[in-house]
């Protein structure tokens, strides 16, 4: 048995039972990280001695009898959240050797559940991107075919964990960043609802749009994750004071007695047909679990991604802004005045993609422009959240593709960022409307890449995703594969 195969769950009870130490797991996870990363490339930071050292306070704790839930556990974490004193880049040479000086909360919930940090990994910058074609630092490739992008903005969880170079991840979600690399890598994904997780420590992209969510192998572990990271934080304004559910205990409750609602939107011009099939039978899956299947519409959905590349900029075109040379990461020492120093800053700092979406985003809400772009992009917003309001009376979890196709070959759209953008168009809608979403694997391409089936439900109720997930993933009872690396 390789212990980097098995599951969050599975290597819970490894380590209760003493069967492996969380120190000799960690060191697997460092070996098969120097084995096979330098092909993947999902690390931009290994946390090699801390790693380490915490995996031996997780084997004191664990023996003096006090054993938190992931007390042990190997993670990997999207390089967006700051980790104390560990080298955080969002991908970008602007913070190139930022270190923070603080946890993120998500971080310091992790921390007290027991779990090791393996590293930081890799992701586009800012988290602006779907192919994580967009880091300053090297692209991660998608596990199941190298030639393959592994999805974006967190494809280095994606890739980490199918890669098993860790065994579970922390993830963002904008607009579909967690599950759409999490559909590319064939591994389950969950964007929580807006609220349910606090974004303290996350650096913001687009803050009425970004959550953090779970990246993992399978529905169980995922359910795992999301609990240790849930819940109120004063120090984020947008978190919901609401207690976090038991979601592992909401698993084995069957797909009897849910309504699951079909967007007939969602299965439009450009899908996939292998795509389609395979989402079929996910959804074919869930009637079989007891579910009942209704047609259902979501008649604005079309116009979320030109309304979400409007309101995604005008965010980041202000959350940006603090990225000047004075107070973070990277400054030019050759500028002969203050002006000139935060041009020369973020000229050499910020990628291409980046800096288009500054411009976009202050276009959009300078004056003279902002009702054109950014009131209109909001009344759309508005629209989409009618949609769902209206379906989720009709139906508890609503079911779709992730996206319109399998992983497409690295550099194919690198240059066409519209087309890119338009990939997104399946996720954004539960980013503009603030509800929770998953990805998790229901088949493969003729090729060998993976496709996931996307859940949605209504607002904090994860736990019936967390079920619909569970009972798709026990109907379909997909052999559990790791790539050929
Ligand atoms: N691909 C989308 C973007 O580039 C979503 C990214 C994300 O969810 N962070 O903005």
């Given at each position: 048995m390789n212990p980097c195969d098995q599951t969050i769950h599975e290597l819970q009870d490894l380590l209760a039972r003493g069967e492996i130490s969380a120190v000799e797991l960690t060191r697997s996870y460092l070996e098969r990280i120097d084995a096979l990363d330098p092909t993947?490339?999902?690390?931009?930071?290994?946390?090699r001695e801390s790693a380490l050292e915490q995996a031996a306070e997780a084997d004191r704790r664990r023996s003096a009898g006090d054993a938190p839930s992931l007390c042990g556990i190997p993670l990997a974490i999207k390089d967006v959240l700051c980790t104390k004193g560990l080298r955080t880049t969002c991908g970008s040479r602007i913070l190139e050797n930022f270190i923070p000086p603080y946890d993120a909360t998500v971080i310091e919930k992790l921390k007290t559940a027991g779990a090791v940090i393996l590293g930081k990994v890799s992701m586009d910058e800012f988290a602006m991107?779907?192919?994580?074609?967009?880091?300053a630092f090297g692209t991660p490739r998608?596990?199941?075919?190298?030639?393959?992008v592994c999805g974006g903005s967190s494809g280095g969880s994606g890739a980490a964990v199918a890669a098993g170079l860790c065994a579970g991840s922390l993830g963002s979600d904008t607009g579909g960043s967690i599950r759409q690399p999490a559909s590319y890598c064939g591994v389950v994904g969950l964007k929580p609802t807006y609220?349910?997780?606090?974004?303290?420590?996350?650096?913001?992209?687009?803050s009425s749009l970004d959550q953090v969510g779970p990246l993992t192998r399978d529905v169980t572990d995922c359910a795992i994750l999301l609990q240790a990271i849930s819940g109120f934080d004063?120090?984020?304004?947008?978190?919901?004071?609401r207690p976090t559910p038991d979601y592992r205990a909401?698993?084995?409750?069957?797909?009897?007695?849910l309504t699951v609602g079909v967007p007939?939107?969602?299965?439009?011009?450009?899908?996939?047909p292998e795509v389609e099939r395979a989402v079929r039978q996910g959804i074919d899956a869930l009637a079989a679990a007891g579910a009942r299947i209704v047609d259902i519409s979501?008649?604005?959905?079309?116009y979320g991604v030109a309304a979400y590349y409007i309101i995604a900029p005008a965010e980041a075109s202000s959350n940006l802004s603090?990225?000047?040379?004075?107070?973070y990461g990277l400054r030019d020492l050759?500028?002969?005045?203050l002006i000139d120093m935060f041009q020369r800053t973020r000229a050499q700092g910020f990628g291409p993609e980046v800096k288009r979406r500054i411009i976009i985003g202050a276009f959009a809400l300078s004056s003279g422009y902002y009702d054109a772009y950014y009131k209109k992009a909001s009344q759309v917003r508005t629209l989409i959240v009618e949609d769902f309001r209206r379906a989720f009376a009709e139906c508890d979890v609503i079911a779709a593709p992730?996206?319109?196709?399998p992983a497409w070959r690295l550099g194919e759209r690198l240059h066409d960022p519209l087309s890119m953008y338009l990939s997104d168009i399946l996720t954004i809608p539960a980013n503009l409307a603030g509800l929770p979403g998953m990805s998790l694997p229901c088949g493969f391409s003729s090729a060998g890449l993976p496709i996931g089936l996307q859940l949605m439900a209504n607002h904090f109720a994860e736990e019936t995703l967390l079920r619909a997930a569970f009972a798709v993933e026990q109907e379909l009872a997909l052999e559990r594969r790791t790539p050929p690396l």
């Amino acid at each position: 048995m390789n212990p980097c195969d098995q599951t969050i769950h599975e290597l819970q009870d490894l380590l209760a039972r003493g069967e492996i130490s969380a120190v000799e797991l960690t060191r697997s996870y460092l070996e098969r990280i120097d084995a096979l990363d330098p092909t993947v490339g999902a690390y931009l930071t290994l946390a090699r001695e801390s790693a380490l050292e915490q995996a031996a306070e997780a084997d004191r704790r664990r023996s003096a009898g006090d054993a938190p839930s992931l007390c042990g556990i190997p993670l990997a974490i999207k390089d967006v959240l700051c980790t104390k004193g560990l080298r955080t880049t969002c991908g970008s040479r602007i913070l190139e050797n930022f270190i923070p000086p603080y946890d993120a909360t998500v971080i310091e919930k992790l921390k007290t559940a027991g779990a090791v940090i393996l590293g930081k990994v890799s992701m586009d910058e800012f988290a602006m991107g779907s192919s994580n074609e967009n880091c300053a630092f090297g692209t991660p490739r998608n596990p199941w075919s190298l030639e393959h992008v592994c999805g974006g903005s967190s494809g280095g969880s994606g890739a980490a964990v199918a890669a098993g170079l860790c065994a579970g991840s922390l993830g963002s979600d904008t607009g579909g960043s967690i599950r759409q690399p999490a559909s590319y890598c064939g591994v389950v994904g969950l964007k929580p609802t807006y609220g349910r997780v606090s974004r303290y420590g996350l650096v913001a992209y687009a803050s009425s749009l970004d959550q953090v969510g779970p990246l993992t192998r399978d529905v169980t572990d995922c359910a795992i994750l999301l609990q240790a990271i849930s819940g109120f934080d004063p120090r984020d304004s947008t978190s919901i004071d609401r207690p976090t559910p038991d979601y592992r205990a909401a698993l084995g409750q069957g797909g009897a007695g849910l309504t699951v609602g079909v967007p007939r939107e969602y299965f439009g011009d450009g899908l996939d047909p292998e795509v389609e099939r395979a989402v079929r039978q996910g959804i074919d899956a869930l009637a079989a679990a007891g579910a009942r299947i209704v047609d259902i519409s979501l008649p604005h959905s079309a116009y979320g991604v030109a309304a979400y590349y409007i309101i995604a900029p005008a965010e980041a075109s202000s959350n940006l802004s603090r990225f000047d040379g004075v107070r973070y990461g990277l400054r030019d020492l050759e500028a002969d005045s203050l002006i000139d120093m935060f041009q020369r800053t973020r000229a050499q700092g910020f990628g291409p993609e980046v800096k288009r979406r500054i411009i976009i985003g202050a276009f959009a809400l300078s004056s003279g422009y902002y009702d054109a772009y950014y009131k209109k992009a909001s009344q759309v917003r508005t629209l989409i959240v009618e949609d769902f309001r209206r379906a989720f009376a009709e139906c508890d979890v609503i079911a779709a593709p992730v996206t319109p196709t399998p992983a497409w070959r690295l550099g194919e759209r690198l240059h066409d960022p519209l087309s890119m953008y338009l990939s997104d168009i399946l996720t954004i809608p539960a980013n503009l409307a603030g509800l929770p979403g998953m990805s998790l694997p229901c088949g493969f391409s003729s090729a060998g890449l993976p496709i996931g089936l996307q859940l949605m439900a209504n607002h904090f109720a994860e736990e019936t995703l967390l079920r619909a997930a569970f009972a798709v993933e026990q109907e379909l009872a997909l052999e559990r594969r790791t790539p050929p690396l």
